[in-house]
C-alpha cells in the first residue's frame, strides 16, 4: 500500500511534460494561422462588397434614362437613351501609396470630383464611400450600345508594394447589362 502511495504523489516525467508543450504549440500555430486567415477575409470583405456595388450602381445607371431635356413637340418622340456611366478622372485615392500597409479615409469631393460632368465617374455611379477604407477603387466605363464597364479595387494589407485586385465586368448585350458572376482576383492575399 505504501508503493502506491508513493506512486500517486510523484510528479509528471519530463516526456510527459515535452508532449504538453507540442501539443499547446500545435495548437498555437494553428490558432495564429486561423486568426490571421480571419482578419484578412474580413479585410477582402470591403472590397468584395464595394466592387459589387459599384458592379450593381453601373447596372442602375443604365437604367436611368439619360434623354436630354429638350420639350417634345406635340406627336414627336423620344427614344430611350441608356448608357452606362463613362470612366471615372481619378481612383479613389488618387495614388496608391495612400493604402499601402494602412487605411485611408476618402473625402466625399473625392467622389464628386465627376460631379460637373454629366454621365461620367463615381458621381454617375452614385458611389461612395464614408468609412475608412483598405483599398483603391477605380470605375472605368464605355458608352453605347456595346458598352463594357470594369469595377477594381486595389489595396496592399501588408505594405510590402505588391497590390491585390479584385474586379468585376459587365457589358451591354441586346439592351441588357451583363455582370461577370465571379470576381477576377489576382493576389488576393497581398
Known sequence: MSCFKKRCSRGFT??????????????????????????LTSKTAEVKNAVGQMAKDAVAAYERETMAGAVLEPGATAGMSNNLCMTASAPVPADKAAIQGKKYQSSAAEWA?????????????????????????SYTGTAGAAGEFSAVGEGDLNGDTNL???????????????????????????
Open 113 to 137: 470630383v465627376d460631379s460637373a460632368s454629366r454621365g461620367k465617374g463615381f458621381a454617375c455611379l452614385r458611389f461612395s464611400l464614408s468609412d475608412p477604407q483598405y483599398y483603391m477603387y
Open 14 to 39: 519530463l516526456i510527459e511534460l515535452m508532449i504538453v508543450v507540442a501539443i499547446v504549440g500545435v495548437l498555437a500555430a494553428l490558432a495564429i494561422y486561423s486568426v490571421r486567415k480571419y482578419l
Open 164 to 190: 491585390s485586385k479584385f474586379e468585376l465586368k459587365g457589358k451591354v448585350s441586346s439592351g441588357t447589362v451583363f455582370v461577370s458572376p465571379n470576381f477576377i482576383e489576382v493576389n488576393p492575399e497581398e
